[in-house]
């Protein structure tokens, strides 16, 4: 950890500057708790939910297509909450859900929320109409121009193909919103199974680093082998503890 207290890479990890006071240990997201809530496709109703939902506290996942999003999203909140497809492109809408953090504490639980999961289309996918890409583009400049800074956002890659040109494009589409607090995951480090590809992750390391600074974190996860995930779930819940959330 630097003075600043920016993130550090060591493994497939972070090391991170917890809030003092509080035991991360002692909170975890409720498996199963999630609730669908929403499907937006309409900007105008999007924008009037997010504009009524004060204070908006949550989670935004978003990635390319087949970087396996709803995989990392069922390891975090159970395996029911977000569709698996091999068929690029099958999130076409922001769905919101609604999910708890539970306190374990010395003489009783507690439960905090709800707090709000939104997972946005797959990005990059090219067999879709010239129609429904605009859309997606419009309501997407728009969730992003109103998403406050009490959302985190989780922008998910392939650790094998990280920053591919859709990523980077992304990444510079996010730039131009400062109030975003967004964290870098690089999915499928279980796949790395030559020396060469991981001999390659290694040495983007340092350029993700320098590079991508919009990203306050970076985190390096198998979702299908749990790999990193209770890391990242420390993280997120550090996010909300940081934000008076679980208080």
Not at 9 to 20: Q, S
Not at 55 to 82: D, Q
Request: charged share 25%; glycine share 6%.
């Amino acid at each position: 950890m630097n003075k600043e207290g920016k993130c550090i890479i060591t493994g497939h990890h972070l090391i991170r500057r917890f809030k003092k006071g509080k035991n991360i240990m002692s909170f975890e997201i409720v498996r199963g708790s999630t609730e669908f809530k929403y499907a937006f496709n309409d900007p105008s109703q999007l924008k009037q939910w997010m504009l009524n939902e004060k204070p908006l506290l949550g989670l935004c996942f978003a990635g390319r297509s087949n970087v396996g999003k709803s995989s990392l999203i069922n390891s975090l909140f159970g395996k029911t909450t977000a569709r698996t497809s091999k068929t690029p492109g099958r999130t076409r809408s922001i769905n919101v859900f609604s999910f708890d953090i539970l306190h374990k504490g010395t003489e009783e639980n507690k439960t905090f929320g709800p707090f709000f999961l939104m997972d946005l289309p797959g990005y990059g996918y090219a067999k879709v109409s010239n129609e429904m890409s605009k859309n997606w583009d419009e309501i997407l400049g728009l969730f992003f121009r109103h998403c406050p800074s009490t959302v985190r956002v989780l922008n998910i890659q392939d650790a094998r193909r990280p920053l591919q040109s859709a990523d980077k494009s992304f990444a510079d589409f996010i730039k131009k919103f400062h109030q975003l607090n967004s964290i870098l995951i690089l999915n499928k480090i279980d796949k790395l199974k030559t020396q060469k590809e991981k001999a390659q992750l290694k040495k983007s390391k340092k350029t993700i680093i320098e590079e991508q600074v919009q990203f306050k974190e970076v985190h390096f996860v198998s979702a299908e082998k749990q790999t990193g995930v209770k890391e990242l779930e420390q993280s997120l819940i550090n996010f909300f503890l940081n934000k008076n959330a679980l208080s």
